[in-house]
C-alpha cells in the first residue's frame, strides 16, 4: 500500500484496499473535468497577477492544464482510483507534465473549495441545458396547441367528464407549467452562481488573494462572503434537485395523459413507431413505453433529492467527507431529466390527436350543465345555489332518460323551471360553451390563440 503523495505526508502507508474504494470519487466526478481545469486556470492567472506564483510558472501550468483538458476530451487520460477524485489526478499529470511549478498551483486553496466550485460550475451549466430544453418542450406545446386551438374535447376534474375545453387549451397548462419549471432553474442558476474559491479549507488563506477576480474570471457575479459557507453550503445542490423534481412531476403528468389518451378506452391520441414499442407475444400491441419511461424517471430524481437531504441533514459545520456523495444525485437526476425532456418533446411533436374521438368523448357526463345554471343566473337572476339545484334536477332528469340535457323538451324543463324558454338550448351545444368562455385564461378559442402569441413571445 503506496502513501498517497498528495496528501500523505504524516502517514507511514496507505489506505487499504476497502478504504481506497470507498473513498475513492474519480468514477463519477471526473464529469467535473471542464470545471476542474477551468476553476485551475482563473486561480493560477489570479496567482500570477498577485504575485504570489511568477509568471514563468504560471505559463507552464497554463500550458500543461490545456494539454490535460485536450487529452480527457480526445479519450487517452488514465484516470486512477488510487489518486480518488479529479482534481488529485488532474494535479498528479501537471506534475508528471511540467514538475515543479505544478506544486505551486494548490497555493492558497483546498480540495474543499475546489470541489465547491467545480459543482456549482456544473450546475450552472445543467441548469442552462435543463432551460433550453424545457423551452424545446414548450415549442412542441405550442405548435400541437396551435394546431388545435379548437378542437373540442372534455375537460376533466377528478378525471370525471367535467367541462368542454380545447385540446389546445389543454395543452398550454404544460407550457405554463414548464415556464415556472423554466423560472424555478433561473432562480437556482443565480443563487448558486457565487464562488467558493479562495475560501480554501474552511478560514480562508493567509496568501494576498484575488477572489473579486477568480470569481469574475468564472463568470460568477460574486464570492461567498463566508469561507466556511463557501465550503459547506450544499443547498444550491438540493435546490436543483428540487427544481428536477418539480420538473419531473409535471412531466410524469403529461406522460400520464399520454399513456391515457393513446389507450382504445380513449383513443384521444395516436403515437408513431418511433415513441412506442411492441409486444414479445401479443403482435396487436403498440406500447407508450417512453411515456411509461418518463413517467417513472420521476421516482429517480425525487429519489434524488431525498437522498441528499439525508446525507447533509445534521452535518456540523465545515466539510465533511459525507458531501462527497452529493455529486451522484445531481448527475443522475439531471441525466434522467434530460432523457425524459427530449423524449417528452419527441412525443408531443409526433402524436396525432384524433379530433372525432375527442369529440365524441363529449357525448357523456352532461358537460354543458354549467352553462344551464349559469344561464338561469343570468337570465332568470337566480342565485346560482338555487339554480346549482334546479340544473341537478335537470341532469337527473335526462340521465333517467337516456338523453343530452340539449335534447330534453322545453316543457319537461319548465316542470323543473317554470320561466324557462327555449332560448335555454343556444347554450347547451359544446361549441358555445366553449366559445362563451371568453375570460382571460378561458378556453375560447380566441383566448387560446391570444395565449399562444403570448407564450411564444414570453417563452420562445
Not at 398550454?172 to 479562495?198: I, K, T
Not at 334546479?390 to 332518460?401: F, I, M, R, Y
Request: aromatic share 6%.
Amino acid at each position: 500500500m503506496t502513501k498517497n503523495k498528495m496528501w500523505g505526508g504524516r502517514y507511514d502507508s496507505g489506505p487499504s484496499a476497502i478504504m481506497e474504494r470507498i473513498n475513492a470519487s474519480i468514477d463519477f466526478d471526473r464529469r467535473l473535468y471542464a470545471q476542474d481545469i477551468a476553476g485551475s486556470k482563473a486561480h493560477c492567472r489570479m496567482l500570477v497577477d498577485q504575485g504570489i506564483v511568477s509568471a514563468e510558472d504560471g505559463v507552464a501550468i497554463q500550458d500543461g492544464l490545456d494539454r490535460i483538458l485536450k487529452e480527457i476530451e480526445a479519450g487517452g487520460f488514465e484516470f486512477k482510483s488510487a489518486l480518488e477524485d479529479i482534481h488529485l489526478n488532474i494535479e498528479s499529470r501537471l506534475s508528471e507534465l511540467v514538475g515543479a511549478p505544478a506544486g505551486r498551483l494548490h497555493t492558497a486553496r483546498s480540495r474543499n473549495d475546489q470541489v465547491a466550485t467545480d459543482l456549482r460550475l456544473w450546475v450552472r451549466d445543467a441548469a442552462d441545458g435543463l432551460d433550453a430544453l424545457l423551452g424545446g418542450l414548450q415549442a412542441a406545446l405550442l405548435d400541437q396547441a396551435e394546431a388545435h386551438a379548437a378542437t373540442l374535447m372534455p375537460g376533466f376534474t377528478h378525471l370525471q367528464p367535467a367541462q368542454p375545453v380545447t385540446f389546445g387549451h389543454h395543452l398550454l397548462a404544460y407550457v405554463e407549467m414548464a415556464g415556472r419549471d423554466r423560472g424555478r432553474f433561473a432562480d437556482c442558476r443565480r443563487r448558486a452562481n457565487e464562488s467558493p474559491l479562495g475560501a480554501a479549507a474552511l478560514a480562508g488563506t493567509s496568501f494576498d488573494i484575488d477572489r473579486h477576480a477568480t470569481a469574475a474570471a468564472l463568470g460568477f457575479d460574486a464570492p461567498m462572503a463566508n469561507s466556511i459557507d463557501a465550503v459547506s453550503a450544499r443547498d444550491f445542490a438540493l435546490e436543483f434537485l428540487s427544481a428536477c423534481s418539480i420538473a419531473a412531476v409535471h412531466l410524469s403528468r403529461l406522460a400520464e395523459e399520454l399513456v391515457l389518451w393513446c389507450t382504445p378506452q380513449f383513443g384521444f391520441i395516436a403515437l408513431s413507431d418511433a415513441f412506442t414499442t411492441g409486444s414479445s407475444i401479443m403482435p396487436q400491441k403498440r406500447n407508450p413505453d417512453a411515456a411509461e419511461l418518463v413517467r417513472a424517471k420521476t421516482g429517480r430524481i425525487v429519489g434524488a433529492l431525498t437522498g441528499l437531504l439525508m446525507v447533509l441533514k445534521g452535518l456540523p459545520l465545515a466539510y465533511g467527507k459525507d458531501m462527497q456523495e452529493d455529486k451522484e444525485p445531481v448527475f443522475d437526476a439531471a441525466d434522467s431529466l434530460e432523457l425524459a425532456v427530449a423524449a417528452l418533446t419527441g412525443m408531443v411533436a409526433d402524436m396525432e390527436a384524433k379530433p372525432a374521438a375527442l369529440a365524441a368523448a363529449l357525448a357523456d357526463g352532461f358537460p354543458t350543465a354549467t352553462d344551464l345554471a349559469d344561464w338561469l343566473v343570468r337570465v332568470l337572476d337566480m342565485p346560482f345555489r338555487e339554480a346549482h339545484h334546479a340544473t341537478g334536477t335537470l341532469v337527473s332528469l335526462a340521465e333517467k332518460k337516456g338523453c343530452a340535457l340539449a335534447e330534453l323538451p322545453l316543457s319537461e324543463m319548465q316542470q323543473v323551471e317554470s320561466r324557462i324558454t327555449k332560448d335555454i338550448y343556444s347554450v347547451l351545444s359544446n361549441e358555445s360553451s366553449v366559445e362563451s368562455r371568453k375570460s382571460f385564461g378561458g378556453t375560447a378559442p380566441e383566448r387560446v390563440r391570444e395565449a399562444i402569441a403570448a407564450a411564444r413571445e414570453r417563452y420562445l
